[in-house]
């Protein structure tokens, strides 16, 4: 039984998650290091090679911007930005625990990752993505990312394998506030 199997019930209805995160007033906060027991429980849940807690204690201790959307005291995404130095920021991490995914939640995480880099006058955002992440490239797509290259080898992949990422950058065209799709 997943987390939010509670707010699955087929008899509430499909929109129960959505509703009962909204209804509990779901927000967007900065990270901490309180966070990291459920950060860590997600990230090992949604990915086969996870980022390890000193990582992420290290991207708190580095100031990289970190946020995580929690709602029903519960955290159901988090995201990390690098501040912006000569114009350029890059999403590092951005992950929606697995009961939540096809929800919205991604996609709001992405837009406040971006408005964070923006405020900070970021004028081109960069992330990588794995090719065989269609949900997460198709997202990245319709907020404005576009292609720009591949890193050959970088993701570690099963059986000692290695997974091209491809490479995308978003470029803030008159360095004004994003504009969420929403």
Partial sequence: MGLFDL????????NTLKSALEKSGAVFRPMNEEDLWGVMAIESRVYQF???ERIFRDCLSSGYSSWVYEGANVIVAYGIVSA???GEAHILNICVHPDAH???YGQRMVEKLIRVAVERQ?????LEVRPSNHGAIRLYERLGFNEIGRRKGYYQAVGGQREDALMMALKIEDGSTFKASC
């Fill in 7 to 14: 707010f699955k019930n087929p008899v509430i209805g499909e």
């Fill in 84 to 86: 912006a130095a000569a």
């Fill in 102 to 104: 096809m929800c919205g």
């Fill in 50 to 52: 996870p980022w390890s």
């Fill in 122 to 126: 970021a004028e081109t955002i960069f």
